[in-house]
């Protein structure tokens, strides 16, 4: 089965240029996973669509309700430590690439910065795309 999902995006500076992208892309498979990471949660898995092939996640977008230096993640096992200070969208094979190859599991880190913060735990949202080859 063949699904599409549009992706839009718009950045406008104040006083100056903008850009806008709208497109397409077509996948065979999503998932939406919505997880809670608890306040000193550390590597907690979440696992991602199974995917045996490289290059098959063709989307990646992980959003919060809040973001901050004190969210991380990691992908599968590798030590590379991702700050999830901002959305993060990654559009095509080649950009979800620069993660992993074959993305099988994030494993999310939080700890609240200061005692002003109030939130216990933070809720991720996370959207994969899957292009079978």
Known sequence: MNEKIAVTVK???????????NR?????????????IK??????????WPSDN??????LAITSN??????????????????LDQPHLLIGNS???MLDPKPKQLKFSYSKPT??????????QILIGLKTF
């Not at 397409?24 to 809670?36: C, H, L």
């Not at 005692?115 to 991720?124: G, H, T």
């Open 66 to 83: 809040w973001y901050g230096d004190t969210i991380t993640y990691k992908v599968n096992d590798v030590a590379d430590v991702y700050k």
């Open 11 to 21: 950045i406008d500076i104040q006083n100056g240029p903008n850009i806008s992208l």
């Open 95 to 97: 950009s979800v690439n």
């Open 115 to 124: 005692p002003d913060n109030k939130l216990d735990s933070i809720q991720i």
């Open 54 to 59: 490289e290059g098959e996640v063709v989307l």
């Open 24 to 36: 397409i892309v077509e996948v065979d498979a999503y998932e939406k996973i919505n997880v809670s």
């Open 39 to 48: 306040n000193e949660d550390a590597d907690k898995v979440v696992d991602l």
